[in-house]
T-cell receptor, first 117, second 112 residues
Framework: DGGITQSPKYLFRKEGQNVTLSCEQN?????MYWYRQDPGQGLRLIYY???????QKGDIAEGYSVSREKKESFPLTVTSAQKNPTAFYLC????????????????FGPGTRLTVL | AQTVTQSQPEMSVQEAETVTLSCTYD???????LFWYKQPPSRQMILVIR??????QNATENRFSVNFQKAAKSFSLKISDSQLGDTAMYFC?????????FGAGTILRVKS
């Protein structure tokens, strides 16, 4: 069964702690993305990676960090520097535009709900 | 900067009827892609339909179709024969440079 998995589904963090959200895909996609979703708003891009060992900042990267050591995995760390981390986090993956000759459609995981206590 | 605007925060429709969700966008690019995603209460983002800007023909997927007006930068979604399972938040998105820009979403409620 091909797909994207995110864990945990719910995560609670105390103020001042770093936490890491997991994202794994077995779709053989090169590109992976992290988005944040707040109530009443659309998704906002945090970080993205088009290839292993390379990643780029999105629109709201401050207070977050990522790594891309394996094609299948793109973990997101929410650091203590993130002022308001309570949100729903979505991971996505895609074949980069141009490689497949078709639209760069992103497919999403089920998400992680992070709450700061 | 690329922006996507969904001007209808909430809409409702009777089961079996047709509803249209609006989306406008702004870009200086000539080649881009547009998408509609559905987010039901489970919060899983599901691709509904996509449109390549260079194609004049409107995309269709079963009961879902789009009205793509490139000059007007408009990309509306029409849902025919609405079903209770269509109740969800719908997001319009534009792709450029391997990144997606999302609108704020429209909550659609299908009533029996």
């Amino acid at each position: 069964d091909g797909g994207i998995t995110q864990s945990p589904k719910y995560l609670f963090r105390k103020e001042g702690q770093n936490v890491t959200l997991s994202c794994e895909q077995n779709l053989n996609h090169d590109a992976m993305y992290w988005y944040r979703q707040d109530p009443g708003q659309g998704l906002r891009l945090i970080y993205y990676s088009q290839i292993v060992n390379d990643f780029q900042k999105g629109d709201i990267a401050e207070g977050y960090s990522v790594s891309r050591e394996k094609k299948e995995s793109f973990p997101l760390t929410v650091t203590s520097a993130q002022k308001n981390p309570t949100a729903f986090y979505l991971c996505a993956s895609s074949i980069p535009l141009g490689l497949a000759g078709e639209a760069d459609t992103q497919y999403f995981g089920p998400g992680t709900r992070l709450t700061v206590l | 900067a690329q922006t996507v605007t969904q001007s209808q925060p909430e809409m409702s429709v009777q089961e079996a009827e047709t509803v249209t969700l609006s989306c406008t966008y702004d870009t200086s690019e000539n080649n881009y892609y547009l998408f509609w995603y559905k987010q039901p209460p489970s919060r899983q983002m599901i691709l509904v339909i996509r449109q390549e800007a260079y194609k004049q023909q409107n995309a269709t997927e079963n009961r879902f179709s789009v009205n793509f007006q490139k000059a007007a930068k408009s990309f509306s979604l029409k849902i025919s024969d609405s079903q209770l399972g269509d109740t969800a938040m719908y997001f319009c998105a534009m792709e450029y440079g391997n990144k997606l820009v999302f609108g704020a979403g429209t909550i659609l409620r299908v009533k029996s």
